[in-house]
């Protein structure tokens, strides 16, 4: 990127993070690639207490991303694969954020500050799993210098992703 990245911080979720979430991914396009619609709070609840566990346990989680006001923007961050298919045991690095923050580097800067803690957690290698019609986040996998390793298909919803490999 030409330009200088955002001032943006990186939080373990709050449980008021999860209303933050709730409220913030509230839109369609931002859960295009997610299951297309809203997810009910209860999700981010328990998605926020998990990471609450990671962080403590790991040393990292999925970030609460707040811009230098404080403002919740998303998330940004890394954890275990989630799923029983694809790359078990691998560290995945993700991201997810408001509608009214793309295009203005947050998930780059927060990446790359993701990268830094989880490397200095231990970790050697981290994966990236994107639909491969999401533009926008191959494109910050391009920006992080991650390598294409795979195409696979979910057996969850039959679409198609890329994993995306660093070694750290």
Same mark, same amino acid.
């Given at each position: 990127?030409?330009?200088?990245?955002?001032?943006? =911080?990186?939080?373990?979720?709050?449980? #008021?993070?999860? !209303?933050?979430?709730?409220?913030? !991914? *509230?839109?369609? #396009?931002?859960?295009?690639? %997610? $299951? +297309?619609?809203?997810? /009910?709070?209860s999700v981010y609840e328990e998605l926020?207490? =998990?990471?609450?566990?990671?962080?403590?346990?790991?040393?990292?989680?999925?970030?609460?991303?707040?811009?230098?006001? $404080? #403002?919740?923007?998303? !998330?940004?961050?890394?954890?275990?694969?989630?799923?029983?298919?694809?790359?078990?045991?691998q560290i995945e690095i993700g991201w997810?954020? $408001?509608? *009214? %923050?793309?295009?203005? +580097?947050?998930?780059?800067?927060?990446?790359?500050?993701?990268?830094?803690?989880?490397?200095?957690?231990?970790?050697?290698?981290?994966?990236?799993?994107?639909?491969?019609?999401? /533009?926008?986040?191959?494109?910050?996998?391009? =920006?992080?210098?991650?390598?294409?390793?795979?195409?696979?298909?979910?057996p969850t919803t039959q679409q198609q992703?890329?994993?995306?490999?660093?070694?750290?």
């Amino acid at each position: 990127m030409n330009r200088a990245l955002p001032d943006v =911080r990186l939080r373990v979720p709050t449980d #008021e993070d999860a !209303f933050a979430w709730h409220r913030v !991914f *509230a839109h369609p #396009e931002v859960m295009e690639f %997610h $299951g +297309g619609r809203a997810a /009910e709070l209860s999700v981010y609840e328990e998605l926020t207490a =998990r990471q609450r566990r990671h962080d403590a346990e790991l040393g990292f989680c999925l970030w609460t991303m707040v811009d230098s006001g $404080g #403002e919740v923007l998303g !998330f940004t961050g890394a954890q275990p694969w989630p799923h029983a298919w694809g790359p078990a045991g691998q560290i995945e690095i993700g991201w997810r954020l $408001g509608r *009214a %923050h793309w295009g203005k +580097g947050y998930v780059t800067a927060a990446a790359l500050t993701t990268l830094e803690r989880v490397r200095d957690a231990g970790v050697s290698s981290v994966i990236a799993m994107v639909n491969t019609r999401n /533009e926008r986040s191959i494109a910050v996998t391009r =920006r992080l210098g991650m390598e294409l390793a795979e195409t696979v298909t979910s057996p969850t919803t039959q679409q198609q992703a890329h994993r995306y490999r660093l070694a750290l």
